[in-house]
């Protein structure tokens, strides 16, 4: 595995590598975009970008715009050695572990998030958050020119922000969205879960809890969002909830669930740590 820091010997390497095996138009490169401290949900992208293309490039990089101020980026967990291991042993081809400096200047064009999707459930406490992750995500794709990015579906407003920022900017990369991986107890992965005590790490259960509940009202007919979402709110108590919203696959509220157009979101707060989750029908 190639461990490469700059963008411009990434590209050469690419090129290079692509030259080597001989380009052709079916030699794809997969990119999966990741912030580091690796845990099986970023190996299961790892695993599809493997199986599908010759090439599969992964970053690491924390990316500081999509933090606010007093959020948790000088204490973002970095696992730097565990995670140049998994890359390794998942059949990663070439690793992009930039510094701030190598993608970041001053005075920088930008992308905006869309000022009503990217501003509601994760934007409203998150304000310019999806900016950060846009911008990031737009310089990430052009060094890399991936035939297809691997995304995680966890991040269901990120992965839906990417998708149209791609086709509004008549970008050509594939998005692929990758199931959520859980723990056997239902708790969503996240690198954000060694935040938790044990005890929050129990509370934090609900959250899976109440989208299984979702679950299971809505295969017993149960389709009024209204009735389903306050019946979560009751299972995630006494969670601080930021937002429980069942939308519809264009970021619209919906008011009854149609299955293969519904998207059900939960974002709660577990001591300080914020935690998402979804269910997709
Ligand atoms: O989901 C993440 O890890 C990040 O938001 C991403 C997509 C790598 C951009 O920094």
Redesign the pocket.
């Known amino acids: 595995m190639k461990i490469i820091s700059t963008p411009n010997e990434l590209k050469e390497y690419l090129k290079n590598t692509q030259q080597s095996i001989g380009f052709q138009a079916n030699q794809s490169i997969g990119f999966v975009?990741?912030?580091g401290a690796l845990h099986e949900g970023h190996i299961s992208l790892i695993k599809k970008a493997r199986k599908e293309n010759e090439i599969v490039v992964v970053s690491i990089?924390i990316?500081p715009t999509?933090f606010l101020k007093g959020e948790d980026l000088d204490n973002y967990p970095k696992r730097d050695e565990a995670d140049k291991q998994i890359c390794k042993l998942s059949g990663v081809d070439v690793l992009f572990f930039p510094h701030a400096k190598d993608i970041y200047t001053e005075d920088e064009v930008s992308i905006l998030a869309p000022k009503v999707r990217g501003y509601v459930l994760e934007g409203t406490s998150r304000p310019s958050h999806f900016d950060g992750?846009l911008t990031?995500?737009m310089k990430l794709l052009n060094i890399v020119n991936p035939t297809t990015a691997y995304?995680g579906k966890k991040?269901a407003q990120?992965l839906y922000l990417i998708s149209l920022m791609v086709k509004q900017m008549f970008m050509s990369v594939n998005i692929v969205a990758v199931d959520t991986v859980r723990e056997s107890d239902g708790l969503a992965m996240s690198s954000r879960n060694i935040y938790l005590s044990q005890q929050e790490r129990r509370e934090a259960l609900k959250i899976s809890a109440s989208l299984y509940q979702a679950g299971k009202m809505i295969s017993q007919k149960i389709l009024d969002t209204k009735i389903i979402i306050s019946k979560m709110r009751e299972t995630l108590e006494p969670l601080e909830i930021s937002y429980v919203a069942i939308l519809n696959r264009d970021f619209e509220l919906a008011r009854h669930v149609e299955i293969g157009n519904t998207l059900i979101l939960v974002e709660a707060k577990v001591g300080t740590t914020r935690l998402l989750d979804n269910l997709w029908l």
């Open positions: 975009p990741t912030m990089f990316n999509q992750v990031v995500v995304f991040d990120q």
